[in-house]
């Protein structure tokens, strides 16, 4: 318990010490550095809130890229009309409520079910979106014009992927979360303890929804114009489910430290191999997975107390 | 029945048809409060389609299920839980990643009396101290026997605070020793005031612990009465053990 408790302080105090410097980052670096970061904090956030709901009962959602496209979509249209702090906001309550629809008519499907539908439901989403574009709107493309600073969108996400981490850490820790455990283990034996797995599902999967629309609606700040297949681009789903496995599951900083060489991996292979790209990224995950099967969560955990507890223990820091 | 002890679940005309096959026709018994109840019959008769029935997990057909006068047919199995009936499983439910203190803690955060995970993980302790798992708290679930994964079942059921609890063959597999304390412990959570219906082969218990008893065959209620007069009722050994052996 004391061990427990030294542990949560310790995390803590990184946290805020992290979030500080990162905070300061802008104001000695380039712009390349900066999208770099952006990137990695919208992953970030996705990843985690991703895990949040699939890792947790074990649903596992290709409709990352739904969502995100939402929040994307709702930005480029409502940026004309109402400021910009409003537009994101209102991306997350619509992100909330389209997957509070799709939860109540869909999370009752279990397993590769549940994932082929969210796969389509990307897809569906797209396809109305760009026949509804074409036919009333009769445009392809929508422009999104802002004076939004590279700074005021980095110090944003840095934000949203530190309320998701922590948030998520939070739910962990209060009966929600056990809630999302158990349906995650069982969810007959969660129903007859007294769950009702049907709510607890549904307003996980609009949370997590939530933070992916909001997610999207800041970088669309950072695009000159949208369309429907650059807002639902399924290379977000599965970017964002290899960054949680990558992470493993079980801690609310799992996905974070998978999101982040993943980032870091894509940005280098696409810069350096551009016509081998996916293929390079390919290969490297197929090596992860082979050695790294509990994700990177576990190798840092055994690296904590096999290497880092010990050494402190020498230096009587503990 | 006995006189002071009303009846606290009723169920009229109970069917369920699975396609042409129909499961539970038309059953009906009273569960009188306070004692232990035994639900037996061949494999295959219905037994734990009726308890399904209870729980909600299958819904029926047409019937009623009256717990404590409320009807519980068209209810979901959380609601069933929280009204205060709680369940084990034919073959064991254990989270299998879970700890043994946080399969119980589970019941107890969310049952009929839900409390804050500090306080569960208090009175799960408790719990498995009650079942026979002290000091295996903190082990993960599925790295237990089979007959510790049937205890932590026991404890989730009763951490949920039941005032009916449905045990599904939760003797079943257990050695003649293990019986016996497996026994002694169903004795026990009846005499502290929980009504027992259990689903069981195992014929020495039932003798040992069942007030009265409903047999069951091809999803048709067949008798009902004491242990003593069920087992001698010739149509009970019928459906057990086949015409001919019967009747010698």
Same mark, same amino acid.
Not at chain 1, 22 to 45: C, D, E, K, Q
Not at chain 1, 150 to 162: F, S
Not at chain 1, 270 to 296: D, E, K, M, N, Q
Not at chain 2, 57 to 73: K, P, Q, T, W, Y
């Given at each position: 318990?004391?061990?427990?408790?030294?542990?949560?302080?310790?995390?803590?105090?990184?946290?805020?010490?992290?979030?500080?410097?990162?905070?300061?980052?802008?104001?000695?670096?380039?712009?390349?550095? #900066?999208?770099?970061?952006?990137?990695?904090?919208?992953?970030?956030?996705?990843?985690?809130?991703?895990?949040?709901?699939?890792?947790?009962?074990?649903?596992?959602?290709?409709?990352?890229?739904?969502?995100?496209?939402?929040?994307?979509?709702?930005?480029?249209?409502?940026?004309?009309?109402?400021?910009?702090?409003?537009?994101?906001?209102?991306?997350?309550?619509?992100?909330?409520?389209? @997957?509070?629809?799709?939860?109540?008519?869909?999370?009752?499907?279990?397993?590769?079910?549940?994932?082929?539908?969210?796969?389509?439901?990307?897809?569906?989403?797209?396809?109305?979106?760009?026949?509804?574009?074409?036919?009333?709107?009769?445009?392809?493309?929508?422009?999104?014009?802002?004076?939004?600073?590279?700074?005021?969108?980095?110090?944003?996400?840095?934000?949203?992927?530190?309320?998701?981490?922590?948030?998520?850490?939070?739910?962990?820790?209060?009966?929600?979360?056990?809630?999302?455990?158990?349906?995650?283990?069982?969810?007959?034996?969660?129903?007859?303890?007294?769950?009702? /797995? /049907?709510?607890?599902? +549904?307003?996980?999967?609009?949370?997590?929804?939530?933070? #992916? @629309?909001?997610?999207?609606?800041?970088?669309?700040? %950072?695009?000159?114009?949208?369309?429907?297949?650059? @807002?639902?681009?399924?290379?977000?789903?599965?970017?964002?489910?290899?960054?949680?496995?990558?992470?493993?599951?079980?801690?609310?900083?799992?996905?974070?430290?998978?999101?982040?060489?993943?980032?870091?991996?894509?940005?280098?292979?696409?810069?350096?191999?551009?016509?081998?790209?996916?293929?390079?990224?390919?290969?490297?995950?197929? +090596?992860?997975?082979?050695?790294?099967?509990?994700?990177? /969560?576990?190798?840092?955990? %055994?690296?904590?107390?096999?290497?880092? +507890?010990?050494?402190?223990?020498?230096?009587?820091?503990? | 029945?006995?006189?002071?002890?009303?009846?606290?679940?009723?169920?009229?005309?109970? $069917?369920?048809?699975?396609?042409?096959?129909?499961?539970?026709? !038309?059953?009906?018994?009273?569960?009188?409060?306070?004692?232990?109840?035994?639900?037996?019959?061949?494999?295959?008769?219905?037994?734990?389609?009726?308890?399904?029935?209870?729980?909600?997990?299958?819904?029926?057909?047409?019937?009623?299920?009256?717990?404590?006068?409320?009807?519980?047919?068209?209810?979901?199995?959380?609601?069933?839980? $929280?009204? $205060?009936?709680?369940?084990?499983?034919?073959?064991?439910?254990?989270?299998?990643?879970?700890?043994? =203190?946080?399969?119980?803690?589970?019941?107890?955060?969310?049952?009929?009396?839900?409390?804050?995970?500090?306080?569960?993980?208090?009175?799960?302790?408790?719990?498995?101290?009650?079942?026979?798992?002290?000091?295996?708290? !903190?082990?993960?679930?599925?790295?237990?026997?089979?007959?510790?994964?049937? =205890?932590?079942?026991?404890? $989730?059921?009763?951490?949920?605070?039941?005032?009916?609890?449905?045990?599904?063959?939760?003797?079943?597999?257990?050695?003649?020793?293990?019986?016996?304390?497996?026994?002694?412990?169903?004795?026990?959570?009846?005499?502290?005031?929980?009504?027992?219906?259990?689903?069981?082969?195992?014929?020495?218990?039932?003798?040992?612990?069942?007030?009265?008893?409903?047999?069951?065959?091809?999803? !048709?209620?067949?008798?009902?009465?004491?242990?003593?007069?069920?087992?001698?009722?010739?149509?009970?050994?019928?459906?057990?053990?086949?015409?001919?052996?019967?009747?010698?």
């Amino acid at each position: 318990m004391l061990d427990a408790l030294r542990n949560a302080r310790a995390a803590a105090a990184l946290i805020v010490i992290a979030a500080i410097a990162l905070a300061f980052v802008p104001l000695f670096s380039s712009g390349y550095v #900066m999208s770099v970061f952006i990137l990695l904090f919208a992953n970030v956030a996705l990843a985690t809130a991703w895990s949040f709901f699939s890792g947790a009962t074990r649903y596992i959602s290709l409709a990352t890229a739904a969502f995100f496209g939402i929040g994307i979509y709702v930005l480029a249209i409502a940026h004309v009309y109402v400021p910009v702090p409003v537009a994101l906001i209102a991306a997350a309550i619509i992100g909330f409520l389209v @997957a509070l629809v799709v939860g109540l008519s869909t999370l009752r499907l279990r397993g590769v079910y549940f994932v082929v539908f969210t796969f389509g439901l990307t897809e569906l989403i797209h396809q109305v979106l760009n026949w509804w574009e074409v036919k009333i709107n009769h445009t392809v493309s929508r422009f999104i014009f802002t004076d939004v600073s590279n700074i005021a969108i980095y110090e944003t996400l840095l934000v949203a992927a530190l309320i998701t981490i922590v948030g998520s850490w939070y739910v962990n820790q209060i009966r929600l979360g056990y809630a999302l455990r158990a349906i995650g283990e069982d969810e007959t034996v969660a129903r007859h303890a007294g769950i009702n /797995t /049907t709510r607890v599902k +549904v307003v996980c999967f609009a949370l997590s929804a939530s933070v #992916m @629309a909001f997610v999207g609606a800041v970088l669309a700040l %950072r695009y000159p114009y949208v369309d429907a297949s650059i @807002a639902f681009n399924s290379t977000w789903s599965f970017q964002v489910l290899i960054a949680a496995l990558l992470g493993g599951g079980g801690r609310a900083w799992g996905p974070a430290i998978g999101a982040i060489p993943l980032v870091l991996l894509s940005e280098y292979l696409a810069g350096t191999f551009p016509h081998h790209f996916s293929i390079a990224l390919g290969l490297c995950f197929v +090596v992860i997975v082979y050695f790294l099967p509990g994700g990177l /969560t576990r190798l840092v955990l %055994r690296l904590y107390h096999s290497w880092l +507890v010990p050494q402190l223990k020498k230096a009587e820091v503990l | 029945m006995q006189a002071g002890n009303g009846t606290i679940l009723s169920i009229r005309d109970l $069917r369920k048809a699975f396609g042409g096959l129909v499961a539970v026709r !038309d059953i009906s018994f009273d569960i009188p409060e306070g004692r232990i109840f035994g639900l037996i019959g061949p494999n295959g008769s219905g037994k734990t389609t009726v308890l399904n029935l209870i729980t909600a997990e299958l819904s029926a057909d047409s019937g009623s299920i009256l717990f404590e006068g409320r009807e519980m047919v068209g209810r979901q199995s959380f609601e069933v839980c $929280r009204a $205060r009936i709680a369940r084990t499983f034919q073959l064991v439910r254990v989270l299998p990643y879970m700890t043994t =203190r946080e399969n119980v803690m589970l019941g107890r955060m969310f049952g009929s009396a839900p409390t804050s995970p500090a306080q569960a993980a208090q009175d799960a302790d408790a719990l498995l101290e009650r079942v026979g798992m002290a000091g295996r708290a !903190d082990l993960v679930a599925s790295q237990l026997t089979y007959i510790d994964q049937k =205890r932590i079942e026991l404890a $989730r059921a009763l951490a949920t605070h039941p005032k009916l609890l449905l045990l599904d063959e939760w003797l079943a597999g257990l050695n003649p020793s293990e019986l016996r304390i497996g026994i002694d412990l169903i004795r026990q959570i009846c005499q502290d005031g929980v009504t027992i219906v259990m689903i069981e082969h195992v014929m020495e218990a039932i003798r040992a612990l069942c007030d009265r008893v409903a047999v069951m065959n091809a999803g !048709d209620k067949i008798a009902e009465g004491t242990p003593a007069s069920v087992l001698s009722d010739p149509e009970v050994m019928h459906a057990y053990l086949g015409a001919d052996d019967a009747a010698a």
